[in-house]
């Protein structure tokens, strides 16, 4: 079983006026095999504990930690992490022109295993992911994500999702965008790839209605860079029935 454990995290973007707070203390234990949904209001700092995680340089860590399995990812470069086994879907993924989807795959999944894979059993994964994916086999050939539609490009991240195994998915806002029938599609190859490899997902979306599909072991609500409540799926029933507003009415009266 591997663990992320984040513990105390503090993290600052920098602005036209100064480096601004956005994370203020966030404590998580994400297991393999478990679920994770993080949901809260637009600009509760949800995106930013993802890329965090995953690396990008514009978000500053002041204090705090993370591990995982033990080492801290925090020392870690990007593609460190990701050989660790830690992988992030993005809510908007970017295109790559002259890189094909099967090639950026392969020296992906050659990059991680230090090897790369048989061409046969690699075609015939890759074939099979696409196949349960409903994406066109013609798309192995395009560029990365080039020309994609939104629910295009989102399958596109759950395809590298089931042919690289990762031991730990982060998914930012992977519904947006998405209608009925492709969120259908998507969210039953996150519950492949967690039954064949013991995935553990971190959920970050706004919305239940992908929790009707991906369900959650843990929902943790997020306001203001802090999580301010925590418990299992009927957490994510009562946000249907009252929205987020005595999480954040609280803290406008202060204001006022």
Same mark, same amino acid.
């Given at each position: 079983?591997?663990?992320?454990?984040?513990?105390?995290?503090?993290?600052?973007?920098?602005?036209?006026?100064?480096?601004?707070?956005?994370?203020?203390?966030?404590?998580?234990?994400?297991?393999?095999?478990?679920?994770?949904?993080?949901?809260?209001?637009?600009?509760?700092?949800?995106?930013?504990?993802?890329?965090?995680?995953?690396?990008?340089?514009?978000?500053?860590?002041?204090?705090?930690?993370?591990?995982?399995?033990?080492?801290?990812?925090?020392?870690?470069?990007?593609?460190?992490?990701?050989?660790?086994?830690?992988?992030?879907?993005?809510?908007?993924?970017?295109?790559i022109?002259?890189?094909?989807?099967?090639?950026?795959?392969?020296?992906?999944?050659?990059?991680?295993?230090?090897?790369?894979?048989?061409?046969r059993?690699?075609?015939?994964?890759?074939?099979?992911?696409?196949?349960?994916?409903?994406?066109?086999?013609?798309? @192995?050939? =395009?560029? *990365?994500? $080039? &020309?994609?539609?939104?629910?295009?490009?989102?399958?596109? /991240?759950?395809?590298?999702?089931?042919?690289?195994?990762?031991?730990?998915?982060?998914?930012?806002?992977?519904?947006?965008?998405?209608?009925?029938?492709?969120?259908?599609?998507v969210?039953?190859?996150?519950?492949?790839?967690?039954?064949?490899?013991?995935?553990?997902?971190?959920?970050?979306?706004?919305?239940?209605?992908i929790?009707?599909?991906?369900?959650?072991?843990?929902?943790?609500?997020?306001? @203001?860079? =802090?999580? *301010?409540? $925590? &418990?299992?799926?009927?957490?994510?029933?009562?946000?249907? /029935?009252?929205?987020?507003?005595?999480?954040?009415?609280p803290?406008?009266?202060?204001?006022?």
């Amino acid at each position: 079983m591997s663990v992320l454990e984040i513990r105390d995290l503090h993290v600052t973007v920098e602005t036209e006026t100064g480096a601004s707070p956005i994370l203020n203390g966030i404590d998580l234990t994400i297991r393999t095999g478990e679920t994770h949904a993080i949901m809260g209001p637009n600009g509760s700092g949800k995106s930013t504990l993802a890329y965090t995680i995953a690396g990008h340089p514009k978000y500053t860590v002041t204090s705090g930690s993370i591990t995982f399995d033990g080492e801290d990812v925090l020392e870690m470069s990007v593609d460190e992490r990701a050989r660790a086994g830690l992988f992030l879907a993005m809510q908007y993924p970017v295109e790559i022109p002259g890189v094909t989807v099967t090639n950026f795959l392969r020296t992906a999944k050659t990059a991680l295993d230090g090897e790369a894979p048989g061409i046969r059993q690699w075609t015939k994964d890759v074939n099979a992911a696409m196949t349960n994916l409903r994406m066109d086999p013609k798309f @192995a050939q =395009r560029n *990365v994500n $080039e &020309g994609f539609s939104g629910g295009e490009k989102k399958r596109h /991240e759950i395809l590298q999702l089931e042919v690289l195994q990762p031991k730990l998915a982060v998914l930012d806002e992977t519904d947006s965008g998405l209608d009925v029938d492709a969120l259908k599609v998507v969210s039953e190859g996150v519950n492949r790839a967690k039954e064949n490899t013991n995935l553990g997902v971190l959920l970050i979306t706004h919305y239940t209605r992908i929790l009707r599909y991906i369900h959650p072991d843990f929902v943790h609500v997020m306001v @203001a860079g =802090r999580i *301010v409540e $925590e &418990g299992g799926p009927e957490l994510a029933d009562r946000l249907e /029935e009252e929205g987020y507003d005595r999480f954040v009415r609280p803290s406008e009266d202060v204001q006022a």
